[in-house]
């Protein structure tokens, strides 16, 4: 059962072959047997995910379940989940317990879903290879069998792990700067970062909340189109939402390719790429030319700014954002504070691990007085000029296809020792937080025994397009099903 | 040396809506601590805030009411700073795009002039919550009851010259935003809290001198105090040659003393920038209008109605205009009254009085607009005479008779007006003071016949038991000893 897509598991369960109990029971079982060498959950909710399987099978027995009922999955440690610890993977808030659904998770709830409890992610969602997390880093499965511990990706390192480890069959994630494709790149699954504003950010603890969107992930296209429909969608406690309707992303996965046309950005297959990982991309896109699409040059002329811009900005609304941590209301607050300013100095010494403080530290002086307008200021307009690229882009052409990241998973602590390196991690996935368009990550192939995805980004709004070309791509290869060892 | 003073205020007014600027919960006052504040106003993670409508509308209701340019395009911008009673470590406030532009107020004072004070701006913002340092053993209480309540932070140029005219603008300022309904007006509450900037300067100089900033003064009696403190204690300063270091400095009413509020180490640098959680509102016509038509009359347009209405000076249109309640009252009265300036004198006089002394205010008068309005119209038409009248008023008052002519009646108070039967009155009492009529008519000087005049009073009243009419008994006696 555990290899399963949700869309199987959800005629299995129709079908009375199995009961959500049986199949919660299962998955909580790989959980323990398993997880002790990924790491990828940081709170398994067992009591709660068989009551609510029970309830589940209650539901369908009962004539009311809908495609969700009983389907077992997990949330990202962002999504706030009413009593039950939400942690963004910071000792910050380790002991933090929200009185509150975030409405991803009430949406999923509503759903009948069965949350098994909660991933790990790079603390605060800063990162890319989920090593930064305070309850420990993530070994993505992929390796394992070589006695490699490789880095899953961040920050939804957790989210992705346990989709490949098929401890959970669909899991939510957040992509800020490439935290949902990049991770599923690195695993060998499928992931979609949606339109900013697609879906609410409310109960999402937040990053960057210009950047910041929630978004899926699961081993199949038609999975993710499955979670989007659950979490897409307007709500009035985000301002940032846009109201518009949500189609059923699953009615257009079949829709013929023929005469999609597909743009190369031209900047994203320079030098920085391996042959190995180009070749690898390249051959994705002839599928895709097989299927009846064309393919043409395209430019995205601002590209390489888009680091140096999303890592003045990201850094800047991060740094405000995360002032509300200081000890007072929830959370982590040091041992005897002696005054306001210890309280706050050490709380937060203590409380923040470094890449956070790092990235604080990086905002709050982009925003500071005498460089507010060289800095923050410059990045903004930088950003606009980037998002015009896309504008201009998609003028010419229905999607772009790219590769996600510059090499495939590399081992644990690799990167560590320069933030940098690790920031170029991004370089093909960050300008498309900037713009606030669509994208995904779709298995496309191998490099040295180590999954290579593709990224698909769409315009504005289009996510029913670029889940349909994931699917179509999914039904004539089969790289989004190889399992690691 | 001479100086000139330079004054700008910073009034932060409570806007009386029924829930927060960017979340549900309730703004109501005196709740216990902490039971007003969701996870939203306690800055919990995830949470996100989402704009109050009744704050902009609040908000551009003021800007109408003070000549403003209203902010179409508003931004809200995050101010940055660590305190306990900020949850999220910054405050959600307005800097280059704020919701009202520049206006102005016009205050009368007490000379008669008036003075124009220029508005800068008026901008939405939150409240923080609030410390309490008393009453916790060494550690401050944090309530976040008040926090997000909705504030607009009204910033004047420094058009003011002396505490007088300070203090009648802001006093005006208070009567406008309670009068249009944003404010309840309740200073002792903290609806309203004043920051007063002063500076000196060289008596005809342009330059203006360093100028200090003194926080969260909420009332007029501690602001006027304030002002005299902070200009004496800088013409101390720079007298003796020394400098004003610009700071913000905390009054303390109680005991006429000032001391500094923040030193130089830990001024903030507050990393504006614009709130990526709000977008920007934009305002319509459509939504300028129908705040428009939320305002009622505003104390100067009543001022130039009076005047014009009713024929009423400059001083008593203005005293009669400012309160709302007060105008509505004499208005009610006028129609009663039919003579507008016998009912202004009344309100103004008789009924005013009668409030100070008894410590109540218009509201709490024992009598209508209505019933004092009969009264005048009945001292109007010479149905009682004015000393009648006060004997009138007092039962009124004191909640006996229930209307005018009810109290006449009971009381005897009519005055007899007829003029045939007033003449024989006169006739006679003339008849019975042949030498005195004679002392009268040859009399040149007209100021002792006025004193004259005055002798046959006495008698007329008598013989008419006091309910002779005395203008008409003047205008006859008049006639008939003059001819």
């Known amino acids: 059962m555990h290899n399963k897509s949700v869309a199987e598991l959800s005629r299995e369960l129709e079908s009375g072959k199995i009961s959500s109990v049986e199949l919660t029971r299962e998955f909580l079982d790989r959980i323990k047997a398993e997880d002790g060498q990924y790491n990828s959950f940081i ?17 369908r027995a009962a004539g009311k379940a809908g495609v969700w009922t009983g389907v077992p999955f997990a949330h990202k440690d962002i999504f706030c989940t009413k009593g039950v610890a939400t942690t963004a993977g910071s000792k910050m808030l380790a002991n933090f317990v929200p009185p509150y659904d975030a409405t991803v998770t009430a949406n999923f709830r509503a759903a009948g879903a069965v949350c098994l409890g909660k991933t790990n992610m790079d603390e605060f969602a800063m990162g890319s290879s989920n090593e930064s997390s305070f309850f420990g880093p993530v070994t993505n499965p992929w390796g394992l069998a070589n006695g490699e511990k490789r880095v899953p990706g961040g920050s939804s390192g957790g989210s992705a792990t346990a989709i490949a480890a098929r401890l959970v069959p669909a899991a939510t994630a957040t992509d800020t700067g490439g935290s949902i494709r990049q991770p599923a790149a690195l695993c060998g699954i499928t992931g979609l970062k949606p339109t900013y504003g697609r879906v609410s950010r409310y109960g999402m603890i937040a990053f960057a909340s210009s950047l910041d969107q929630g978004g899926t992930m699961a ?43 597909i743009g190369l950005p031209k900047e994203y297959f320079s030098d920085q790429l391996s042959p190995a990982m180009e070749q690898q991309v390249r051959n994705a896109v002839k599928e895709y030319e097989k299927l009846g699409a064309t393919v043409k040059e395209v430019s995205l002329p601002h590209a390489k700014l888009a680091i140096a811009a999303y890592y003045v900005i990201a850094p800047a609304e991060a740094s405000a954002n995360l002032s509300r941590f200081d000890g ?158 | 040396m001479q100086w000139d003073i330079v004054i700008g205020l910073e009034i932060h007014v409570q806007l009386a809506t029924k829930t927060k600027i960017f979340s549900g919960s309730s703004t109501a006052f005196g709740a216990e601590p902490n039971t007003q504040a969701s996870a939203v106003d306690l800055a919990m993670p995830g949470t996100l805030p989402v704009p109050n409508e009744q704050a902009f509308r609040y908000a551009v209701m003021f800007g109408l009411a003070v000549n403003a340019e209203i902010g179409r395009r508003s931004v809200f911008d995050r101010k940055n700073y660590f305190y306990p009673d900020l949850p999220k470590g910054y405050q959600t406030t307005q800097l280059d795009h704020p919701i009202v532009g520049p206006g102005f107020v016009d205050v009368d004072l007490a000379d008669g002039s008036s003075k124009r004070v220029r508005i800068h701006h008026a901008h939405l913002e939150e409240d923080a919550g609030k410390s309490l340092h008393e009453d916790f053993h060494g550690m401050t209480g944090i309530d976040l009851n008040r926090a997000g309540t ?70 007029f009696r ?6 005299a403190h902070e200009v004496e204690r800088q013409m101390d300063i720079l007298e003796d ?94 129609s009663h009254g039919k003579d507008a300036k016998l009912a202004a004198n009344w309100v103004l006089g008789e009924f005013s009085a009668r409030l100070n002394a008894d410590d109540k205010t218009v509201v709490q008068a024992p009598i209508t607009g209505k019933q004092l309005g009969q009264l005048v119209a009945r001292i109007a038409d010479n149905t009682v005479s004015s000393s009648g009248a006060k004997k009138v008023f007092e039962a009124l008052w004191n909640g006996d008779g229930g209307n005018a002519d009810a109290i006449i009646e009971a009381q005897g108070l009519k005055q007899v007006s007829d003029t045939g039967a007033l003449e024989q009155m006169v006739d006679e009492v003339l008849a019975g003071m042949p030498d005195q009529v004679a002392q009268y008519q040859q009399e040149t000087d007209p100021k002792k016949q006025k004193k004259m005049l005055g002798g046959f009073m006495g008698p007329l009243m008598k013989a008419s038991k006091g309910q002779g009419n005395p203008k008409l008994f003047n205008e006859i006696l008049l006639k008939k000893l003059n001819h």
Request: with cysteine; glycine share 6%; net charge negative.
């Open chain 1, 43 to 59: 709170t398994v909710t067992e009591d709660q995910a068989m009551a609510d399987a029970k309830a589940a099978d209650e539901q």
């Open chain 1, 219 to 261: 081993r199949t296209a038609e999975d993710n189109a499955l979670m989007l429909n659950v979490m897409a969608g307007f709500d009035q406690k985000d301002s940032t939402c846009v109201d518009r309707a949500v189609p059923d992303y699953t009615a257009t996965l079949n829709e013929p390719l023929k005469g999609l046309r």
């Open chain 1, 328 to 485: 007072v209301r929830y959370g982590y607050r040091c041992e005897d504070p002696q005054d306001l300013n210890d309280l706050y100095t050490r709380t937060r010494a203590e409380g923040f691990g470094g890449e956070v403080k790092r990235r604080i530290l990086v905002g709050t002086y982009a925003l500071s007085a005498g460089y507010f307008d060289a800095y923050y200021l410059k990045a903004q307009k930088v950003r606009r000029l980037i998002q015009q690229d896309f504008i201009n882009a998609f003028k010419e052409v229905d999607v772009l296809m790219s590769p996600v990241s510059p090499s495939p998973a590399f081992v644990q602590g690799e990167k560590t020792s320069d933030p940098v390196t690790m920031y170029l991690e991004d370089i093909f996935t960050i300008a498309v937080n900037l713009a606030g368009v669509p994208a995904m990550s779709v298995p496309a192939g191998f490099v040295d025994g180590l999954p290579v995805g593709l990224q698909i980004i769409g315009n504005y709004f289009e996510e029913a397009r670029l889940l349909n070309a994931a699917h179509q791509f999914q039904q004539v290869t089969d790289w989004h099903q190889k399992l690691p060892q």
């Open chain 2, 150 to 219: 909705p504030l607009i932070e009204i910033v004047t140029e420094p058009d003011m010259n002396s505490a007088e005219e300070a203090v009648a603008f802001a006093k005006k300022l208070h009567s406008l935003v309670s009068s249009i309904g944003i404010c309840d007006g309740d200073m002792s509450q903290g609806s309203l809290r004043f920051d007063v900037n002063i500076s000196l300067k060289r008596k005809g100089s342009d330059e203006l001198g360093t100028r200090t900033e003194t926080k969260n003064l909420n009332s």
């Open chain 2, 222 to 227: 501690f602001m006027e105090q304030a002002i």
């Open chain 2, 241 to 334: 040659g020394g400098r004003i270091i610009q700071e913000t400095r905390l009054y303390n009413g109680e005991r006429d003393e000032s001391r500094s509020m923040r030193s130089k180490e830990e001024a903030n640098d507050y990393r504006y920038f614009p709130c990526p959680d709000l977008l920007p509102v934009v305002i319509d016509d459509a939504f300028i209008e129908s705040a428009r038509d939320l305002l009622p009359e505003l104390p100067d347009e009543r001022k130039a109605r009076f005047k014009k209405r009713y024929g009423l000076n400059d001083y008593d249109a203005r005293l009669l205009s400012d309160d709302a309640r007060m105008a509505t009252f004499f208005e009610e009265t006028a």
